[in-house]
């Protein structure tokens, strides 16, 4: 397990949700590239989880005068936790919580992916996946993009048929897709 924060003093103020997004985009490549080598070598494939949440957070030294930690603590690093153990459940890779979503959103290309309930708070939490930065691969997602909308759209307008009908037409095209392949 790793634990990673982008934030002051090591980030500009106001570009650390894109930070974060970018950094888990390029790692799920890399581990995407590994497995299908590793894959052709007949080695162990390993899949990697990773949540991502934006808010405030106390970070510093933490602990006592014989043992300390520099780390962050607060209720964004528990729900980035959540979220990151939350990517078992839907087979994705990376899950962001909205505020990130909010301030990442004009450099990263997301899906909402679902509202989900998390110990700890009363509202459910909606969650996203970032797919990638805005720009260079947009048009290689766009299609499966577009898709996935259009699925969920229905789904919550209760037109449960058309749903499942685009989600297989995803899943035809790409059937590792863990959040099309989620019931």
């Known amino acids: 397990s790793v634990m990673a924060f982008w934030g002051p003093p090591f980030v500009k103020e106001g570009d650390y949700a894109v930070r974060a997004c970018e950094t888990a985009i390029t790692s799920f490549k890399v581990a995407a590239e590994l497995r299908e080598k590793w894959k ?5 494939l390993f899949y990697q989880r990773i949540g991502i949440a934006t808010g405030e957070v106390v970070i510093g030294n933490i602990g006592t ?24 459940l839907y087979g994705s890779e990376v899950l962001v919580d909205e505020r990130t979503y909010e301030l ?17 708070k009363t509202q459910p939490v909606r969650v996203f996946e970032p797919l990638a930065l805005v720009g260079g691969e947009t048009a290689t997602y766009a ?5 996935y909308e259009e699925a969920s759209k229905c789904y919550r307008a ?10 297989e037409e995803l899943l035809q095209q790409k059937p590792e897709d863990g959040p099309s392949n989620w019931r």
């Open 143 to 147: 299609p499966e993009y577009m898709r």
């Open 65 to 88: 005068q014989t043992k300390k930690n520099f780390t962050v603590i607060g209720d964004s690093v528990n729900l980035a936790s959540r979220l990151e153990g939350t990517n078992k």
């Open 158 to 167: 209760r037109e449960f048929y058309s749903a499942v009908e685009l989600r």
């Open 104 to 120: 990442a959103k004009r450099w990263v290309l997301f899906r909402e992916v679902d509202q989900i309930r998390v110990v700890g």
């Open 40 to 44: 052709g070598q007949g080695k162990p």
